[in-house]
Protein backbone atom coordinates (compact mmCIF):
# COMPACT_ATOMS: atom_id res chain seq x y z
CA UNK A 1 0.00 0.00 0.00
CA UNK A 2 1.29 3.17 -1.09
CA UNK A 3 1.20 6.67 1.31
CA UNK A 4 -1.01 9.09 1.03
CA UNK A 5 0.43 12.76 -0.38
CA UNK A 6 -0.34 14.03 2.93
CA UNK A 7 1.72 11.14 4.60
CA UNK A 8 4.40 11.62 2.42
CA UNK A 9 4.57 15.27 2.80
CA UNK A 10 4.29 15.01 6.63
CA UNK A 11 7.49 12.01 6.40
CA UNK A 12 9.26 14.63 4.19
CA UNK A 13 8.64 17.15 6.54
CA UNK A 14 10.21 15.15 9.25
CA UNK A 15 13.19 14.66 6.99
CA UNK A 16 13.68 17.99 7.02
CA UNK A 17 13.29 19.17 10.33
CA UNK A 18 15.58 16.98 11.58
CA UNK A 19 18.14 18.22 8.91
CA UNK A 20 17.61 22.07 9.45
CA UNK A 21 17.96 21.17 13.41
CA UNK A 22 20.87 19.32 13.44
CA UNK A 23 22.76 21.25 11.88
CA UNK A 24 22.86 19.93 8.18
CA UNK A 25 21.24 22.37 6.40
CA UNK A 26 22.03 26.06 8.02
CA UNK A 27 20.05 28.94 8.27
CA UNK A 28 19.99 30.76 4.84
CA UNK A 29 20.32 27.20 2.93
CA UNK A 30 18.50 27.51 -0.54
CA UNK A 31 15.48 24.78 -0.02
CA UNK A 32 14.93 24.21 -3.89
CA UNK A 33 11.56 21.91 -4.83
CA UNK A 34 13.42 20.67 -7.25
CA UNK A 35 16.46 19.56 -6.10
CA UNK A 36 14.58 18.07 -2.86
CA UNK A 37 12.08 16.58 -5.31
CA UNK A 38 14.74 14.39 -6.79
CA UNK A 39 16.89 14.03 -3.57
CA UNK A 40 13.64 12.35 -1.79
CA UNK A 41 12.22 10.81 -5.81
CA UNK A 42 8.72 12.49 -5.45
CA UNK A 43 6.72 14.91 -7.11
CA UNK A 44 7.20 18.79 -6.09
CA UNK A 45 3.39 18.95 -4.77
CA UNK A 46 4.78 16.84 -1.69
CA UNK A 47 7.90 18.92 -1.83
CA UNK A 48 5.76 22.02 -1.57
CA UNK A 49 3.52 21.13 1.51
CA UNK A 50 6.77 19.86 3.26
CA UNK A 51 8.22 23.37 3.22
CA UNK A 52 4.63 24.75 4.27
CA UNK A 53 4.57 22.63 7.30
CA UNK A 54 8.24 23.65 8.05
CA UNK A 55 7.00 27.47 7.56
CA UNK A 56 4.21 26.94 9.74
CA UNK A 57 6.88 25.78 12.11
CA UNK A 58 8.47 28.84 11.88
CA UNK A 59 12.00 26.94 11.07
CA UNK A 60 11.42 27.74 6.71
CA UNK A 61 11.11 31.37 5.23
CA UNK A 62 9.17 31.15 2.00
CA UNK A 63 9.35 34.46 -0.01
CA UNK A 64 7.09 34.18 -2.93
CA UNK A 65 9.22 34.22 -6.53
CA UNK A 66 12.18 33.61 -4.50
CA UNK A 67 11.56 30.34 -3.46
CA UNK A 68 11.83 28.91 0.21
CA UNK A 69 14.84 28.81 2.67
CA UNK A 70 16.00 27.91 6.41
CA UNK A 71 15.10 30.54 8.33
CA UNK A 72 17.25 33.07 10.25
CA UNK A 73 16.29 34.38 13.21
CA UNK A 74 17.51 37.58 14.32
CA UNK A 75 17.60 39.26 17.55
CA UNK A 76 14.44 41.04 17.58
CA UNK A 77 12.51 37.49 16.72
CA UNK A 78 14.76 35.39 19.00
CA UNK A 79 13.78 38.25 21.83
CA UNK A 80 9.64 37.90 21.12
CA UNK A 81 10.39 34.14 21.55
CA UNK A 82 11.57 34.46 24.47
CA UNK A 83 9.04 36.62 26.19
CA UNK A 84 6.65 34.17 24.62
CA UNK A 85 8.64 31.64 26.32
CA UNK A 86 9.01 32.90 29.71
CA UNK A 87 5.08 33.38 29.91
CA UNK A 88 4.65 30.32 28.92
CA UNK A 89 6.34 28.24 30.94
CA UNK A 90 6.45 30.21 34.51
CA UNK A 91 2.32 29.27 33.54
CA UNK A 92 3.61 25.65 33.39
CA UNK A 93 5.70 25.56 36.27
CA UNK A 94 3.10 26.95 38.32
CA UNK A 95 0.69 25.10 37.18
CA UNK A 96 2.59 21.91 37.37
CA UNK A 97 3.32 22.48 41.37
CA UNK A 98 -0.67 22.47 41.64
CA UNK A 99 -1.01 19.24 39.34
CA UNK A 100 2.20 17.08 39.92
CA UNK A 101 4.02 17.94 43.18
CA UNK A 102 5.68 15.41 44.93
CA UNK A 103 4.58 12.35 42.37
CA UNK A 104 7.03 14.41 39.87
CA UNK A 105 10.07 13.80 42.17
CA UNK A 106 11.02 10.04 40.58
CA UNK A 107 10.86 11.67 37.19
CA UNK A 108 12.92 14.60 38.13
CA UNK A 109 15.26 12.79 39.68
CA UNK A 110 15.92 10.83 37.02
CA UNK A 111 15.94 13.91 34.43
CA UNK A 112 18.58 15.70 36.57
CA UNK A 113 20.71 12.67 37.00
CA UNK A 114 20.52 12.68 33.24
CA UNK A 115 21.78 16.12 32.91
CA UNK A 116 24.12 16.05 35.59
CA UNK A 117 26.12 13.55 33.81
CA UNK A 118 26.41 15.32 30.45
CA UNK A 119 27.76 18.43 32.73
CA UNK A 120 30.06 16.56 33.80
CA UNK A 121 31.43 15.39 30.87
CA UNK A 122 31.36 18.86 29.17
CA UNK A 123 31.71 20.79 32.42
CA UNK A 124 32.34 24.26 29.65
CA UNK A 125 29.69 23.57 27.50
CA UNK A 126 26.08 24.10 26.52
CA UNK A 127 23.08 22.79 28.30
CA UNK A 128 22.28 20.74 25.42
CA UNK A 129 19.40 17.74 26.33
CA UNK A 130 19.25 14.84 23.78
CA UNK A 131 15.80 13.98 23.18
CA UNK A 132 12.42 16.07 23.84
CA UNK A 133 11.10 13.14 25.92
CA UNK A 134 14.31 13.91 28.23
CA UNK A 135 13.99 17.56 28.03
CA UNK A 136 12.94 19.21 31.34
CA UNK A 137 10.78 22.17 29.91
CA UNK A 138 9.16 19.31 27.97
CA UNK A 139 8.35 17.60 31.00
CA UNK A 140 6.75 20.39 32.88
CA UNK A 141 4.66 21.54 30.24
CA UNK A 142 3.47 17.93 30.17
CA UNK A 143 3.18 17.79 34.06
CA UNK A 144 1.33 21.10 33.84
CA UNK A 145 -2.01 19.34 32.27
CA UNK A 146 -2.18 22.27 29.56
CA UNK A 147 -2.51 20.86 26.61
CA UNK A 148 -2.26 24.13 24.73
CA UNK A 149 0.76 25.35 26.48
CA UNK A 150 2.14 21.92 25.94
CA UNK A 151 1.54 22.75 22.09
CA UNK A 152 2.21 26.27 21.62
CA UNK A 153 5.71 24.92 22.80
CA UNK A 154 6.74 21.65 21.60
CA UNK A 155 5.09 22.41 18.40
CA UNK A 156 5.96 25.84 17.54
CA UNK A 157 8.13 27.57 20.28
CA UNK A 158 10.70 24.80 20.92
CA UNK A 159 11.71 23.89 16.86
CA UNK A 160 12.03 27.87 16.65
CA UNK A 161 14.73 27.80 20.02
CA UNK A 162 16.72 24.64 18.82
CA UNK A 163 17.28 26.44 15.21
CA UNK A 164 18.35 29.43 17.10
CA UNK A 165 20.78 27.58 19.18
CA UNK A 166 22.01 25.68 15.77
CA UNK A 167 23.96 29.35 15.26
CA UNK A 168 24.41 29.61 19.02
CA UNK A 169 24.76 25.95 20.36
CA UNK A 170 27.30 26.73 22.82
CA UNK A 171 27.18 29.16 25.57
CA UNK A 172 30.33 28.54 27.87
CA UNK A 173 29.75 27.78 30.95
CA UNK A 174 25.82 27.41 30.92
CA UNK A 175 25.24 24.33 31.22
CA UNK A 176 26.48 24.20 34.72
CA UNK A 177 24.36 27.21 35.97
CA UNK A 178 21.39 26.05 34.33
CA UNK A 179 21.11 22.87 35.90
CA UNK A 180 21.79 24.31 39.33
CA UNK A 181 18.60 26.58 37.81
CA UNK A 182 16.40 23.22 36.74
CA UNK A 183 16.96 21.38 40.40
CA UNK A 184 15.65 24.86 42.15
CA UNK A 185 12.72 24.86 40.15
CA UNK A 186 11.91 21.29 40.51
CA UNK A 187 12.18 21.61 44.13
CA UNK A 188 9.77 23.79 43.90
CA UNK A 189 7.33 22.13 41.96
CA UNK A 190 7.98 18.87 44.23
CA UNK A 191 6.89 21.16 47.26
CA UNK A 192 4.06 21.93 45.56
CA UNK A 193 4.80 25.79 45.99
CA UNK A 194 3.26 27.48 42.33
CA UNK A 195 4.65 31.19 42.75
CA UNK A 196 7.77 30.03 43.67
CA UNK A 197 8.15 27.64 40.88
CA UNK A 198 6.90 30.05 37.92
CA UNK A 199 9.14 32.95 39.59
CA UNK A 200 12.32 30.65 39.59
CA UNK A 201 11.51 29.67 35.74
CA UNK A 202 11.36 33.55 35.30
CA UNK A 203 14.32 33.81 35.97
CA UNK A 204 15.39 30.78 34.33
CA UNK A 205 14.72 32.04 30.68
CA UNK A 206 15.56 35.45 31.69
CA UNK A 207 19.15 34.13 32.34
CA UNK A 208 19.08 32.01 29.24
CA UNK A 209 18.09 35.04 26.99
CA UNK A 210 20.71 37.00 28.80
CA UNK A 211 23.79 34.82 28.05
CA UNK A 212 22.43 33.65 24.40
CA UNK A 213 22.07 37.75 23.76
CA UNK A 214 25.73 38.42 24.55
CA UNK A 215 26.30 35.36 21.94
CA UNK A 216 24.02 37.15 19.74
CA UNK A 217 26.24 40.19 20.03
CA UNK A 218 29.26 38.64 19.83
CA UNK A 219 28.49 36.51 16.48
CA UNK A 220 26.88 39.97 14.97
CA UNK A 221 30.44 41.61 15.43
CA UNK A 222 32.63 38.54 14.10
CA UNK A 223 30.46 38.97 11.06
CA UNK A 224 31.21 42.21 10.79
CA UNK A 225 34.01 42.23 11.43
CA UNK A 226 34.63 39.05 8.30
CA UNK A 227 33.06 41.24 5.79
Given at each position: ?16 RDDILC ?99 HPEGA ?101
Amino acid sequence: MTESRTLVSERLAAELRDDILCGALVPGSRLGEMALAERFAVSRGPVRAALGLLSEAGIVQIVPNSGARVRIIGRSDARALYQVRTALEAEAATLAASNAGRHAAPRFRQLLDQHGAQIAAHPEGAYLQASSDRDFHVVIAELSGNPLILRYLTRELYPQLSLLRVKHRNVTGRGAVALKEHERIAAAIIDGDGEIAGLLMRRHIRNSWTALEMQLSQTEQEDETRT
